[in-house]
């Protein structure tokens, strides 16, 4: 039976010492009966518990004093599962339930703040809300819990054991970045060296490591737990889910997708206007999605002007009279206007002609055929062919709408995520990952993130629009009145 020992630490931390499995801990591991899909627990050297700092008894107390503010009573009433059942497939429950532990402070906590080390890491594409989130992991950290190093890491996982690329953060290196597109600790692709990245997190002693980034990002984490672990190296690898194209399984959408929705809508607004601004005008507007065409898809809906859209998973013929071109040309003859949207990756579901996509990119991803110019000169000779003098004006947005700032919803994602990152390192979590979950934050076991996938030829990990059982691709059918294109002849 454990005695609860406690006593004022010489910085006013309260220390309770005994072995961490009393926690919550013992409670996930035996509640794994009611279809827990728990985190990976820290284990290691330090077998201290400790208060959390945020735990205060005066009203008057706040962040801005250095003291608790979170009372007692509040602790006490945090704290359970999320059912997690509108995440998962049937195939997967099986009948089941699925939950998953939610991100929120813990009152006991299993690192000593002052000794922790703390660094953040951007990986992948850029996606609006980059800086919200490395600015809120700073702010958590350091107002939150009192953490005295916190680093930034440049240009992605390779930035880990290059030279150069460690930054100490202070309060003036975030004061303003969230305002900001992009990422101020830049980004990059490839350079994923499981050897050098851990040998350079045990040299620097960081025993918290924040990775913000998509699928690719997320199963280098799942390797540098394993990793870590195995050379007794005692840190929580806490990844928080970023992915534009919203590709990852599980989460109910990633920060960034929500404004990235909202700007196409600027380029979709000005295609409608060129379109129905001439005879036979057509506006074509290329969105991102490398193999899930989810922004085309909600930009679509959305906008309700969009008479076609075109995404990877969506299959399709251009020639023949079942196909995308005729299906232009009519529109064109009966309303003299059209508006489509592609995604990037749309030469997928072409089944007519070899658009391949050829060639990979630093980290091994897809590069793409470019089926945005395909078909602005596909249409144009069709047309013309049919004797339809079309003028058709291609807009490609693509980096634009992926560089802007968050939008205040995406923001409060982004706030909300952090912050629960680093509640689960400290609460003793490591090889999860913090993701909108039933609009909770739940955290994700990124072992699970790695081989779970959703929608059909999905690989594991990843997340695709499902044309056969997905409500919303039949509401953009509705929506924009365009055929299936499914039954080819
Ligand atoms: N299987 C893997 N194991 C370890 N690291 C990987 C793996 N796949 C990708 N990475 C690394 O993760 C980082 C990001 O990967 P990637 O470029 O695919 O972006 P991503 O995280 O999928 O984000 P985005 O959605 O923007 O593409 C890169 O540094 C890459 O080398
Ligand atoms: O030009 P980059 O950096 O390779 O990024 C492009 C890719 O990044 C993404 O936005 C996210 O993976 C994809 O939609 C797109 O194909």
Not at 61 to 68: I, K, T, Y
Not at 72 to 88: T, V
Request: proline fraction near 4%; hydrophobic fraction near 35%; charged fraction near 20%.
């Amino acid at each position: 039976m454990f005695t609860f020992l406690t006593r004022k630490s010489p910085l006013g931390l309260i220390r309770a010492i005994g072995t961490y499995d009393i926690i919550e801990h013992k409670a996930i591991i035996s509640d794994q009966s009611i279809g827990l899909l728990p985190p990976k627990l820290l284990t290691g050297t330090s077998n201290e518990i400790y208060i959390n700092p945020m735990l205060g008894n005066g009203y008057k107390n706040d962040v801005n004093s250095g003291q608790g503010f979170i009372p007692e009573a509040i602790f006490s009433k945090l704290g359970g599962y999320i059912n997690a059942n509108s995440a998962f497939s049937n195939d997967f429950l099986q009948g089941k339930s699925a939950y998953l532990v939610k991100g929120y402070p813990r009152k006991q906590i299993i690192m000593n703040p002052q000794k922790v080390k703390a660094c953040i890491v951007t990986c992948g594409g850029l996606c609006p809300g980059l800086n919200v989130v490395i600015r809120e992991l700073y702010m958590t950290l350091h107002y939150n819990y009192g953490v005295p190093e916190i680093y930034g890491i440049r240009d992605g996982y390779k930035g880990f054991y290059t030279p150069g690329c460690l930054q100490e953060f202070n309060t003036s290196t975030v004061h303003d970045i969230h305002l900001k597109g992009g990422t101020i600790l830049r980004t990059s692709r490839g350079g994923w060296d499981k050897d050098k990245i851990s040998n350079s997190i045990i040299n620097n002693g960081f025993n918290q490591i924040y990775i913000i980034g998509g699928d690719g990002t997320h199963r280098g984490i799942a390797s540098l737990v394993n990793e870590l672990s195995s050379k007794g190296h005692f840190a929580s690898v806490v990844g928080v889910t970023k992915t534009i194209d919203n590709d990852i399984p599980i989460i109910d959408r990633s920060f960034g997708f929500d404004t990235s929705v909202e700007e196409a809508q600027k380029a979709i607004d000005s295609a409608d206007i060129e379109a129905n601004s001439i005879e036979n005008g057509v506006g074509l507007v290329k969105l991102m999605g490398r193999n899930s065409g989810f922004i085309a898809l909600h930009s679509s809906i959305a906008n309700r002007n969009v008479n076609l859209c075109l995404i990877p998973e969506s299959d399709y013929e251009l020639e023949g009279p079942n196909g995308v071109y005729a299906y232009i040309a009519n529109r064109l003859k009966v309303k003299s206007h059209a508006v489509i949207v592609v995604a990037e990756g749309a030469a997928t579901g072409c089944k007519d002609q070899d658009l391949r996509n050829t060639g990979k990119d630093a980290s091994g991803n897809l590069a793409l055929y470019d089926i945005g110019k395909h078909l602005k000169d596909g249409i144009a000779k069709y047309c013309k062919n049919q004797g339809i003098d079309v003028t058709l004006k291609y807009i490609d947005p693509t980096y634009m709408i992926r560089s802007i700032p968050a939008n205040s919803t995406d923001k409060k994602l982004c706030t909300m995520l952090a912050q629960a990152a680093v509640h689960g390192a400290f609460a003793g979590f490591t090889g999860f990952s913090v993701g909108l979950v039933a609009n909770q934050i739940a955290y994700l076991p990124v072992d699970l993130m790695t081989k779970i996938y959703e929608g059909k030829n999905a690989s594991p990990g990843q997340r695709k629009v499902d044309v056969d059982n997905n409500m919303m691709w039949w509401k953009l059918m509705s929506s924009t009145g365009q055929p299936s294109f499914r039954n080819l002849v």
